[in-house]
Structure formats: C-alpha cells, structure tokens
C-alpha cells in the first residue's frame, strides 16, 4: 500500500527569527538568547487536531482551540513544539532553573575550561532584607548608606576569591580542584532545550511574583521577550490562564461563596477553620485581588 505524504515546510516565526542568536541582557552580566526552536502556535493546533482524523471539519478558530487547550490542561500539543536557549546566568540562580528537570541541558564545565571571569554583583541600594514571614523570600530593601559597606566587602570577596583561583592555576593545581572556592554568584553558561508545555510551567513558577528576584529577572525575559515572539497565541492565553490567574482551593471558594451571598459571618468561620498562618494570609490576598472587604478585619 503506498500512502501520498504531504509535503511540508518547516514553521518559521519571522518575529523569532529576527532575534535568533541575539542576547538579551539579564542582571550585570547575563544574558538569555535564542538558539534554535522548533514549532509555532500553528504546530500546536495541528498536533491537537490530528486526533480528530482526515476530514474532519474544523470547528474552532486556532486562537480558540489553543486557549482551550490551555484552560483545561491539554497539555500534550504543547510538547510537540520546543526551544534552545543560551543561557549565561549566576550559579545561585541556575542552581533552581536546573532543578525544572524536564529539559535537556550541556552546563559549561569547569573541570574541562577556566571559570568564566565574571561573578554578579549588588549595588549599594539593592541588598534585600529578609521577610518576616516568609522564610525563603525577601521584603523590601536595606538602606543604600549601609549597602555601600555591604557592596565594598562583596567587591574584596569576589576580587579576592578569583585572584585565589587564578593563582592555583598559575601553580598547576587541576581545575577540577581549583574553582572549590569559587562563590555562586560566579557566572555559568548553558544550553537548555526545552518543550512548549515545560517551559510555560517554569514561567508559571519563576515569572510568579514571590519567586526568586534575580531567576524571576531571566524568566520575564524569556517570556516577555521571547515566548511571546515565537507563540504569540499561547502567550495570550498563558496570561490568561496561567500568569495571571487565580487558583481557588475548597476551602476559599466556600468563603467567595459565603461572601457573595452578604454571610460574613459563615466567611469568617470557615477562614477561622484554617489553622495555618500563612494560608490564611493568601486566603485574604485573593479575596482583596477579587475586590472583596475581609470581614474579619473590619
């Protein structure tokens, strides 16, 4: 049985293609760029459609069918389409992007060349204090006089530490051995190839706001530079559905509910109901982004 292919052409987003190689910088001394890509907004809506078989009559417009698939979490279509970037970014940061493990990576190795001779640095007036209510975040920022101190011993550490790795060089020490005291704001290069479905996930959790200031830096690039170039369909409905949405547990939609009908009082017994200190907070952070006045603080 001999069976006619079509013959295809491969999808080409003008939009990408003009920026491909181009690096975008991110923080003192990183960058992001586009190597290669595979795939537009097009792509996606024909892998959803071929479970439909030969002539099916289409029934939604592209925009609507994508949109549809990302509401409800058909995720598959977006695997068929994937991106290379090029990635030059602090070790401290890279250490939680390679944690996103659904991705194929080649890191610049230390062992096998010199560590790249850059490390990022923080100016006077953008040194973080801790948040009081959040263990891994940040809130607001120290004095920039006192980050002046701060900014000067980082300088003498980061001056101190590279001179330190480039003499065990210079002495014939292996590489391998030599960069063990190199601080993680060192910069890194890598290659990361990633599909559609997987790269919206991380933008999802690094573009969120209470992520990580300097890895949030390369994921608004990424998104807002690149993905919305390359699929300006699913960049559309990623903001809608996903960037910024809301997600309602039971608990909150039971008090929205109460809320709605004027039962304040059964709102304030359920949020009273949640033990955790933190969840309650978020609960009355969703309901102030909802336009609602929390009862229980009047």
């Known amino acids: 049985m001999t069976v006619d292919a079509e013959r295809l052409t491969r999808p080409r987003v003008d939009a990408l293609d003009a920026v491909l190689g181009v690096p975008f910088p991110v923080l003192d001394d ?12 097009g792509s996606v809506v024909q892998a ?37 970037l090029h990635v030059r970014v602090p070790m401290d940061a890279w250490r939680q992007w390679i944690r996103h ?41 120290l004095p920039a006089a006192q980050g002046e101190g701060l900014s000067s011993a980082e300088t003498a550490l980061l001056d101190l530490a590279r ?32 599909d559609l479905h997987n790269l919206l996930h991380f933008l999802r959790l690094r573009m969120d706001d209470h992520a990580q200031e300097e890895i949030r830096a390369y994921a608004i690039v990424v998104g807002e530079q690149i993905v919305a170039k390359w699929m300006p369909l699913v960049w559309e409905a990623f903001i809608d559905y996903r960037r910024d949405s809301m997600y309602l547990s039971r608990l909150e939609v039971d008090i929205v509910t109460a809320m709605a009908e004027g039962r304040s009082d059964r709102a304030k017994a359920i949020a009273d109901s949640i033990a955790s200190k933190r969840e309650r907070q978020e609960v009355e952070q969703k309901l102030t982004k909802l336009g609602f006045t929390i009862p229980w603080q009047v």
């Open 101 to 141: 493990r659904t991705a194929n990576v080649n890191e610049y190795s230390t062992r096998y060349s010199v560590a790249i001779d850059a490390a990022q640095r923080t100016a006077p007036d953008q040194w973080r204090v801790q948040s009081s209510d959040n263990r891994q975040g940040s809130s607001g920022f």
């Open 163 to 194: 001179r330190t790795y480039d003499d065990r060089l210079a002495a014939g020490v292996a590489r391998e051995q030599a960069r063990k005291d190199l601080p993680l704001s060192t910069y890194t290069e890598a290659y990361w190839k990633v």
């Open 48 to 84: 959803a459609r071929v479970s439909y078989g030969a002539g099916t009559k289409r029934v939604h417009e592209d925009r609507g069918l994508i949109r549809y698939l990302l509401r409800h979490a058909h995720t598959t279509p977006f695997e068929m389409c994937e991106i290379k």
């Open 30 to 41: 990183g960058f992001v760029r586009v190597v290669d890509y595979m795939g537009d907004d």
